[in-house]
């Protein structure tokens, strides 16, 4: 009787570590920082609902004030991930020097917390945000994820990346409006389906 309970917890482990049609895992909630503004709620939102609709594992939001305060979260592991702007990254998080050119940027960006932060950049969702944060070099808007957090959801970041390049200017201003308006989680949802995203 032991050893078939053992075998029974042994196998549930691995289903849970290496299926790739599933990112659910019994008792684990993934936790998304947002800084408040209305676009961060809607991608945090946006992020939330693909997951649990695709995966079935809970997912909650959590406001936070500042970009300072939930990239500390994330190092300390208070949450999972939240979407940065590749500027704000560069200059305010690793106090270096601005780049003018975006794909640079990124590059710079993604390569500098992968080696010190054990963080990782996703694929950008496709608009820049540099107008509404009123800064004059480029803010691609990204998932930042925790290292550890993509290894205890192997299938994650190619769900996540489903994202990338979705959200053009347009697209993101328009969502927005309707955020704005009304409800951030139903507008997400909305654009999720409207992309067979969900």
């Known amino acids: 009787m032991m050893k078939a309970l053992w075998a029974l917890t042994i196998f549930l482990v691995l289903l849970c570590s290496f299926s790739s049609s599933s990112l659910a895992c019994v008792g684990k909630t993934l936790e998304i920082g947002t800084t408040g503004?209305?676009?961060?709620?809607?991608?945090?939102?946006?992020?939330?609902?693909?997951?649990?609709?695709?995966?079935?594992?809970?997912?909650?939001?959590?406001?936070?004030?500042?970009?300072?305060?939930?990239?500390?979260?994330?190092?300390?592991?208070?949450?999972d991930m939240?979407?940065?702007?590749?500027?704000?990254?560069?200059?305010?998080?690793?106090?270096?020097?601005?780049?003018?050119?975006?794909?640079?940027?990124?590059?710079?960006?993604?390569?500098?917390?992968?080696?010190?932060?054990?963080?990782?950049?996703?694929?950008?969702f496709g608009f820049d945000a540099a107008a509404s944060l009123g800064v004059t070099l480029p803010a691609e808007a990204a998932p930042v994820v925790r290292k550890d957090t993509l290894k205890k959801f192997p299938a994650l970041a190619r769900l996540i990346?489903?994202?990338?390049?979705?959200?053009?200017?347009?697209?993101?201003?328009l969502l927005e409006k309707e955020a704005t308006a009304g409800s951030p989680k139903q507008v997400a949802h909305g654009f999720l389906k409207n992309n067979r995203l969900i």
């Open 37 to 79: 503004t209305v676009q961060q709620e809607l991608l945090a939102n946006i992020i939330s609902e693909l997951i649990s609709e695709r995966t079935g594992t809970t997912v909650k939001v959590v406001p936070f004030k500042s970009s300072d305060e939930a990239h500390a979260a994330l190092l300390k592991a208070d949450i």
């Open 161 to 173: 990346n489903k994202l990338g390049g979705k959200i053009d200017q347009q697209t993101i201003a």
């Open 82 to 124: 939240y979407v940065e702007y590749t500027g704000v990254g560069q200059v305010s998080i690793l106090k270096a020097q601005p780049l003018a050119d975006a794909a640079e940027l990124f590059k710079a960006v993604k390569q500098r917390y992968n080696q010190e932060l054990n963080l990782i950049w996703l694929k950008p």
